[in-house]
């Protein structure tokens, strides 16, 4: 089992910035992709960013490429998604999980196992 604390959320306005952090604790935090989901009102969750378990590799979604930044400390089971020139359509709950050894794609939802209580983040114009 791993438990995933998400913080950092909050009101923002737009071009401003947001750090949002995942504490992990349970099993070794460092065997695990983590990946940063969002869902706004009234639509599904989707995928933001990734972070691969050893490498490092990352992934993002194309709505935040070049203005996200997906991070990890091992040493302090925690990982981190830094978020600038914010606006409104990146406003949602932030959900931070934990993917196993599965072998599936870190871009979907369905391949985490675990999964943080989400954090509000709004972008007000």
């Known amino acids: 089992q791993v438990q995933l604390v998400e913080s950092g959320g909050g009101l923002v306005q737009a071009g401003g910035s947001l750090r949002l952090s995942c504490a992990a604790s349970g099993r070794a935090f460092s065997n695990y992709a983590m990946g940063w989901f969002r869902q706004a009102p009234g639509k599904e969750r989707v995928f933001v960013a990734a972070i691969t378990w050893s490498v490092g590799w990352t992934y993002y979604a194309e709505s935040v490429k070049g203005r996200f930044t997906i991070s990890r400390d091992n040493t302090k089971s925690s990982g981190y998604l830094q978020m600038n020139i914010l606006n409104t359509e990146d406003t949602a709950v932030y959900y931070c999980?934990?993917?196993?050894?599965?072998?599936?794609?870190?871009?979907?939802?369905?391949?985490?196992?675990?999964w943080g209580q989400g954090t509000q983040v709004t972008v007000s114009s």
């Open positions: 999980a934990a993917q196993p050894h599965n072998g599936l794609t870190p871009l979907e939802a369905r391949s985490y196992a675990y």
